[in-house]
């Protein structure tokens, strides 16, 4: 069994970087029906052509460019079943695209497995989707991908007994599959040792983000009961730890509550760097909690630069005072350059509930953060309206995209900007 220690074994964390106010034309992408109970939108850059961006907007919409964001074209995913719910897209190294969902089955209405399609044109055309993990048994949602350097892809999803059961045997627990191609999946290996229960809260076994290491190490971070969980695999994910890694606490828990945004996450997202040189395989975590008390929302940082074993001490991201919400982050890195980026909602310029977006960067592995707001102006969140379970971006040889949902006099939508790594600087 492991020890973890909290101090910062590798670098001296420094305060964050002063706040930036920058300005960023703003794309808008889609617009959400107000029947749709929430929005998850996704985004990826083709590795191959930072020209080609994709995102995933709503109910298997997808929204293409090759011109940097100057032109979209929707296309649709064509799905045997409904898309129910939580898009991700992601890019390998070749260029392939990959888009995954929940499958809601049209003639049972219950959510059963995840659907995964590849696109080898940029995201003109899908392929017909293929399940990865469909168990009669068992509801699998809140999918979240990664690939590798051998153009491998993995996924990591939490199955559920049964979602949103109340039953106190009802059980909750991490879950991985891979494959070569997009189209074939190897056999869903369990993750977590700990379960947790059913109902989509604290105590629920959720928020699973996969990283896979140049030399093909497989890590997997996820929340449950108020801590933040780990576990490895230094054989391309045929042996797991014995015992999974607690490597902090999580005040407040996962589901935390916001005003006007009510329900919201702030699940764990990790990252692994692959860049040459000294700081290859560093992992990176960042997550949101209320350890300040819950009228002060935070983003939080660690990293490890030994596989896990020990993490730096926790670095608040949002470099404002106390008593406002930072929330929804979710982090990527660069790899051909090794900045981290962060992207989160962030309320510390106002005292109700208008809401900026905000992008933290880091290029020095995280020993301190740079702010900057990128959206053009604020919004109010509306309980009444759709909204996002969470926000995404991705960076690739200095191109950064985010991308985030925001309502106004009622109507949900999508939005996104194209940022150079220069105009940070």
């Avoid at 949602?141 to 999803?157: C, E, I, Y």
Wanted: hydrophobic share 35%; charged share 20%.
């Amino acid at each position: 069994m492991l020890r973890v220690v909290f101090f910062s074994f590798y670098f001296f964390i420094l305060l964050s970087g002063p706040t930036i106010q920058a300005q960023f034309k703003n794309i808008k992408l889609d617009e959400v029906n107000p029947s749709a109970k929430a929005s998850v939108p996704s985004i990826t850059i083709n590795s191959k052509n930072t020209r080609n961006i994709v995102a995933a907007t709503v109910a298997g919409s997808t929204q293409v460019t090759f011109d940097n964001g100057e032109t979209w074209e929707r296309n649709k995913i064509i799905s045997s079943d409904r898309v129910f719910a939580d898009p991700v897209l992601v890019s390998d190294e070749k260029g392939n695209l990959y888009f995954f969902h929940v499958a809601d089955s049209v003639t049972e209405r219950t959510v059963k497995h995840i659907v995964s399609y590849v696109s080898t044109d940029g995201g003109k055309t899908w392929s017909t989707g293929t399940s990865i993990a469909f168990d009669p048994q068992h509801d699998q949602l809140k999918p979240k991908a990664t690939t590798d350097n051998k153009g491998n892809v993995h996924v990591v999803w939490t199955s559920f007994d049964v979602y949103g059961s109340k039953d106190q045997g009802c059980r909750s627990m991490i879950m991985m599959s891979s494959s070569s191609n997009g189209k074939k999946w190897s056999k869903p290996v369990q993750i977590s040792q700990m379960s947790g229960n059913c109902l989509d809260g604290d105590s629920t076994t959720v928020g699973g983000f996969p990283a896979v290491s140049e030399d093909k190490k497989r890590y997997v971070a996820w929340s449950n009961a108020n801590k933040i969980f780990f576990d490895r695999s230094f054989d391309g994910g045929g042996m797991w730890l014995r015992n999974d890694i607690t490597i902090t606490d999580q005040p407040g828990g996962w589901d935390l509550t916001i005003p006007g945004h009510g329900k919201c996450n702030g699940m764990p997202v990790l990252v692994v760097e692959k860049t040459k040189g000294q700081r290859q395989g560093m992992l990176y975590i960042t997550w949101a909690d209320q350890r300040r008390g819950a009228d002060d929302t935070d983003i939080w940082f660690m990293r490890s630069s030994n596989f896990g074993d020990n993490w730096s001490s926790p670095l608040k991201i949002n470099d404002d005072g106390v008593g406002k919400h930072q929330y929804l982050p979710w982090t990527t890195i660069d790899q051909t350059t090794g900045n981290i980026y962060v992207l989160y909602y962030d309320r510390r310029s106002y005292d109700d509930n208008q809401t900026d977006v905000y992008l933290a960067y880091s290029i020095d592995a995280g020993t301190s953060f740079k702010n900057v707001k990128i959206s053009e102006t604020p919004f109010i969140p509306e309980t009444s309206s759709p909204f996002a379970a969470h926000l995404n971006i991705t960076a690739h040889k200095g191109i950064i995209t985010p991308i985030w949902t925001r309502t106004d006099n009622g109507k949900t939508s999508i939005w996104t900007t194209i940022i150079k790594q220069d105009q940070l600087k």
